[in-house]
Nanobody, 124 residues
């Protein structure tokens, strides 16, 4: 089992940047595929980005492609989400998720473990 804790959320103006981090417990972090999801008020949770366990392949939602970058550091048991050129529509609670094994996809149901989330607010 793995426990996840997000950090780095906050308030930023449109066009600005934020970097989210997710710290994972456990000694087998490198075996987990990781993802970022977000949920805005009155909307369903949506996929943002993911990175696989072994090859470190990345996958992005079209809405963030070219603006967000996901990365992982297996030595530190962390993944990051660098968010640039933020827009008001990026405002949401951002969640880190994990799944043992290879997962490269956008389905929330593919992920077994979830963090508590961190709020990102982008003002216009």
């Amino acid at each position: 089992q793995v426990q996840l804790a997000e950090s780095g959320g906050g308030l930023v103006q449109a066009g600005g940047s934020l970097r989210l981090s997710c710290a994972a417990s456990g000694r087998t972090f490198s075996s987990y595929s990781m993802g970022w999801f977000r949920q805005a008020p009155a909307k369903e949770r949506e996929f943002v980005a993911s990175v696989t366990n072994s090859l470190g392949r990345t996958y992005y939602a079209d809405s963030v492609k070219g603006r967000f970058t996901i990365s992982r550091d297996n030595a530190k048991n962390t993944i990051d989400l660098q968010m640039n050129s933020l827009k008001p529509e990026d405002t949401a609670v951002y969640y880190c998720a994990a799944r043992l094994g290879y997962v490269l996809g956008a389905r929330a149901s593919n992920y077994e473990y979830w963090g508590q989330g961190t709020q990102v607010t982008v003002s216009s």
